[in-house]
Nanobody, 123 residues
Framework: QVQLVESGGGLVQAGDSLRLSCAAS????????MGWFRQAPGKEREFVAA????????SYADSVKGRFTISRANAKNTVYLQMNSLKPEDTAVYSC????????????????WGQGTQVTVSS
């Protein structure tokens, strides 16, 4: 079992930066791939970024590539999402998720989810 708690969301202006954190409980955190997903009001949940258990092979949605960076600190049981050059269309609830094995872009493959943190970007 892995329990996930996100933090770091907030209200910012376009062009600003935020860093989201996802703290995990459980001694097996380092064996899980981690992903970030987001869901805007009235829209489907979409993939944002993911990373392997070792911190390698990060994967990004085209819409955030070059602006967002995913990383993890296994010693701290934490995964991060650094978000730069934020745009109003980045406004959503951001959730982290964990799965054994390699990461994927498909939300249904992830076993454990956090409650999410709201990110609002004003223009």
């Amino acid at each position: 079992q892995v329990q996930l708690v996100e933090s770091g969301g907030g209200l910012v202006q376009a062009g600003d930066s935020l860093r989201l954190s996802c703290a995990a409980s459980g001694r097996t955190f380092s064996s899980y791939a981690m992903g970030w997903f987001r869901q805007a009001p009235g829209k489907e949940r979409e993939f944002v970024a993911a990373i392997t258990w070792s911190g390698g092979s990060p994967s990004y949605a085209d819409s955030v590539k070059g602006r967002f960076t995913i990383s993890r600190a296994n010693a701290k049981n934490t995964v991060y999402l650094q978000m730069n050059s934020l745009k109003p269309e980045d406004t959503a609830v951001y959730s982290c998720a964990a799965k054994p094995g390699f990461h994927t872009v498909f939300a249904y493959t992830y076993d454990f989810w956090g409650q999410g943190t709201q990110v609002t970007v004003s223009s």
